[in-house]
């Protein structure tokens, strides 16, 4: 259900700012991966109409720039790695962006862990801005930059880290929830994907944390945040913001924490949110 904007605390009028967070994969991106030109094309109005428009993604920096670019967005803010990397994308910067925020933890504990459990499984450790340290190589197309093979276990765990990956074929996901609950992995965030696929972040870290850091910093009134997402690591996202959508295609567990279910990915669902953000009356010069 959403919330119109007269009944917004303060009411919501032409001059202020929304601010939204958009996940990519499952939300923006078709599984094939690309984006409806209809959706570009939306994104881009809605930011016209202030409205920050953030993406807020699992990617890391090297994945979540072409997307930028393919949705026009030059300037703004785009939140990486489940919350652990803030950037902000300026044109004028060599490679295109500045990172404003980064938040890291020992992964050691976590990873030495789960390898005991999974001595067989994909370990992979973030390298800021080029890639990921990996124990062995991920099929391509799983991880984005380069991958740098390690000689030991050892050198996965000795650097501070933004996000760590496991990768275990075979496991479903049930699997992995138990394995967390198991094993107690109190020190850490994590997230389990649609598939054996498990993300470690600081502990903390969250999409929507990074979210409320950028909201106070550009001043946007609580009431004016919107959140759309599809999977587990945007449940907390979706609770954050005052008003959020799950999309069609969200497990049960991201549907509960949204106020609405929209249309699935295939069926471009994200369109209702962004149709409700253009408003005429709101543009602003970018």
């Not at 004028?92 to 499984?121: C, H």
């Not at 696929?197 to 004016?224: C, F, I, M, N």
């Not at 497990?251 to 005429?280: F, Q, S």
Request: hydrophobic letters at 40%.
């Amino acid at each position: 259900m959403t919330v119109p904007p007269e009944d917004f605390k303060p009411p919501l009028d032409r001059d202020d700012w929304r601010l939204l967070g958009l996940d990519i994969d499952g939300t923006l991106m078709h599984w094939g991966g690309d984006i409806s030109p209809v959706v570009a094309d939306a994104v881009e109005k809605a930011r016209m109409c202030r409205n920050h428009v953030i993406l807020a993604t699992g990617r890391n920096i090297v994945a979540t720039l072409p997307v930028a670019e393919a949705l026009g967005i030059r300037r703004g803010w785009a939140v990486c790695s489940n919350g652990a990397v803030t950037i902000r994308l300026n044109p004028a910067t060599p490679g295109g962006y500045d990172i404003v925020e980064k938040i890291t933890f020992n992964p050691r504990a976590a990873l030495e862990l789960i390898r005991d459990e999974m001595p067989d499984a994909f370990y992979a450790v973030e390298d800021l801005g080029v890639g990921f340290r990996v124990s062995r190589e991920f099929p391509m197309g799983e991880l984005a930059g380069r991958q740098r093979l390690v000689e030991n276990f050892d050198e996965l765990c000795h650097d501070e880290a933004t996000r760590v990956v496991v990768r275990a074929p075979g496991v479903d996901v049930a699997h992995f929830d138990d394995l967390v609950e198991r094993i107690g992995l109190s020190e850490v965030t994590y997230a389990v994907g649609y598939t054996a696929w498990l993300d470690l972040t600081p502990p903390g870290v969250s999409k929507a944390s990074a979210l409320e850091t950028l909201r106070r910093q550009l001043g946007v009134y609580p009431d004016h945040t919107v959140a759309v997402g599809d999977g587990n690591n945007d449940i907390e996202m979706l609770r954050w913001a005052k008003q959020s959508s799950a999309m069609g295609n969200a497990p049960d567990k991201v549907r509960e924490a949204a106020d609405e279910v929209i249309g699935t990915v295939e069926e471009d669902g994200v369109l209702t949110v962004l149709h409700r953000l253009i408003d005429p009356d709101r543009l602003a010069v970018l």
